[in-house]
């Protein structure tokens, strides 16, 4: 196959209350709420998306947020961490940003040769800043400096207890490259590689499974850069896997979803056709979008969804 995956397109993950998940991710890390619409399997569900100005695809995370359910459990079979990319000079920013703000975060250490911070949303969520990687930057409406502010996605951690079909099956079905490994921590990488293009993974042999619920990662979504490749990819999927979906319409992206062989959902998504779809650039995110099939029901699943405040567009000097 000549069309390799390119990168994360996006992570989704699970959040409580849908306000303070918003606030959180524009106010506190800055990023641009690029689409405000619903589950399309659940429309009784919000699914926010977050991401540069553009939402360019390596850029996003996404949430689906279901207040009043409980804690989930990081734990095997299940992602760790997401991590962010930022300028090296940011760092001291972003410890000051969280200290400031009462953001849980622990000491800053250093990892794989990257400075790393680590940290947590208000659901419990893990996430990190690694500094110091290259990662190409656009403007964005944000609340901190542009440069200063979380260039994209560097990359996500995969906990499994063994992890050698995991291993085996990324660098077998899906291409990626074994990088180097560190303190039980294995890097793999795809396309051209570096940030955003990176998935660890961390054998723990004696850990419990975890659980999917409030403040963890649902899935992670790899990119291609068209629906040609995506029907390439998905044949040869299920040559090697029991159950790979159908091509899904996602509006703003094509997707397929499967599990890799310790549990973990991935997806293959496609780059196009992007948000602007729907809304202009200008305007993302300022109104609920719903996918043609569900706009005969605009009213009723809007009377139904919790009321969410969306800040005020504004772009840092």
Request: overall charge neutral.
């Amino acid at each position: 196959m000549n069309s390799e995956i390119i990168g994360i397109h996006h992570v989704t993950a699970i959040a409580g209350d849908p306000q303070t998940n918003l606030s959180f991710y524009t106010e506190v890390l800055g990023l641009r709420l690029v689409k405000r619409t619903v589950n399309f399997d659940d429309p009784g569900t919000y699914h926010l998306y977050y991401g540069d100005d553009a939402g360019r695809p390596g850029t996003l995370i996404t949430f689906f947020p279901w207040p009043g359910i409980s804690k989930g459990r990081r734990g095997v079979g299940q992602f760790a961490a997401i991590s962010f990319a930022i300028p090296e000079t940011a760092f001291g920013f972003w410890i000051d940003r969280f200290a400031a703000r009462g953001v849980s975060f622990d000491r800053p250490f250093s990892r794989l040769d990257e400075k790393v911070l680590a940290f947590y949303d208000p659901d419990e969520l893990k996430l990190e800043l690694v500094a110091g990687v290259e990662a190409e930057s656009s403007g964005r409406t944000r609340s901190v400096p542009l440069s200063h502010g979380i260039t994209g996605l560097h990359s996500v951690a995969l906990l499994e207890e063994s992890g050698r079909d995991t291993a085996e099956f990324l660098t077998g079905a899906l291409g990626f490259r074994f990088v180097r490994e560190e303190d039980g921590r294995f890097r793999f990488e795809v396309g051209r590689g570096g940030s955003g293009a990176v998935i660890d993974l961390i054998r723990l042999p004696t850990a419990r499974r975890g659980r999917i619920a409030v403040g963890t990662v649902h899935h992670v979504a790899w990119r291609v850069p068209d629906a040609d490749t995506q029907i390439l990819w998905r044949e040869k999927l299920v040559r090697v896997l029991p159950d790979v979906t159908p091509v899904i319409d996602r509006t703003y992206f094509r997707s397929i979803y499967f599990r890799e062989p310790g549990g973990a959902l991935f997806e293959i998504a496609t780059d196009p056709p992007g948000f602007t779809v729907d809304e202009p650039m200008d305007s993302l995110g300022e109104r609920l979008a719903l996918p043609p099939w569900l706009e005969y029901g605009r009213s009723r699943i809007e009377n139904k969804l919790p009321h969410l405040v969306v800040p005020s567009r504004h772009r840092a000097a």
